[in-house]
Antibody, heavy 120, light 107 residues
Framework: QVQLVESGGGVVQPGRSLRLSCAAS????????MHWVRQAPGRGLEWVAV????????YYADSVQGRFTISRDNSKNTLYLQMNSLRVEDTAVYYC??????????????WGQGTTVTVS | DILMTQSPSSLSASVGDRVTITCRAS??????LGWYQQKPGKAPKRLIF???TLVSGVPSRFSGSGSGTEFTLTINSLQPEDFATYYC?????????FGQGTRVEIK
């Protein structure tokens, strides 16, 4: 079945870096756009970034632009989120999610279970 | 950025009630909107895409409507498993934006 499994979360000090991974299975990874979405404790959902099916284009939320980098390795069916210059306000559960299109045109249809990042 | 204003932020309802949640976009987004349900400690689950298309396997008591700037999620005959938080999402243009969520609680 379609599955997304995030990893790489943990506790990190402000200003440090962390890289999240999302392993995909059960679908043809290299034809779909992929997203990262986060949720701070007790708060709503916040979209973070999207990468097109071939990695050719990437889009970011203003709150992470210049600090976070989304990437993918289609040979490994894996999505990444490199997070630099982390701030306390980046503390959240980070979800990876698959789009129904090759970009972001149809929104997220499958979500991972999330990985927790704590900046403290 | 497109602002998605979702209302109400919370509501109390009883099993069997009809519930309506609204999202208003700050500019037109055609029908590029989805509705998601999230239960505590769980990942969101998509219920509706393209504003009014029900995801396969989602009960027919859920329905969506709207286009442009006004959208509605309706739950007919609320069931115990429907108590959760609901979010709208616009994917018309980047940055994608969610509504702030509507918590549906048991009265």
């Amino acid at each position: 079945q379609v599955q997304l499994v995030e990893s790489g979360g943990g506790v990190v000090q402000p200003g440090r870096s962390l890289r999240l991974s999302c392993a995909a299975s059960g679908f043809t990874f290299n034809i779909y756009g992929m997203h990262w979405v986060r949720q701070a404790p007790g708060r709503g959902l916040e979209w973070v970034a999207v990468i097109l099916y071939d990695g050719s284009n990437k889009y970011y939320a203003d709150s992470v632009q210049g600090r976070f980098t989304i990437s993918r390795d289609n040979s490994k069916n894996t999505l990444y989120l490199q997070m630099n210059s982390l701030r306390v306000e980046d503390t959240a559960v980070y979800y990876c999610a698959k789009d129904r299109s090759s970009s972001y045109s149809y929104g997220m249809d499958v979500w991972g279970q999330g990985t927790t990042v704590t900046v403290s | 950025d497109i602002l998605m204003t979702q209302s109400p932020s919370s509501l109390s309802a009883s099993v069997g009630d009809r519930v309506t949640i609204t999202c208003r976009a700050s500019q037109g987004i055609r029908t590029d909107l989805g509705w998601y349900q999230q239960k505590p400690g769980k990942a969101p689950k998509r219920l509706i895409f393209a504003a009014s298309t029900l995801v396969s396997g989602v009960p027919s008591r859920f329905s969506g409507s709207g286009s442009g700037t006004e959208f509605t999620l309706t739950i007919n005959s609320l069931q115990p498993e429907d108590f959760a938080t609901y979010y709208c999402l616009q994917h018309y243009i980047s940055p994608l934006t969610f509504g702030q969520g509507t918590r549906v609680e048991i009265k």
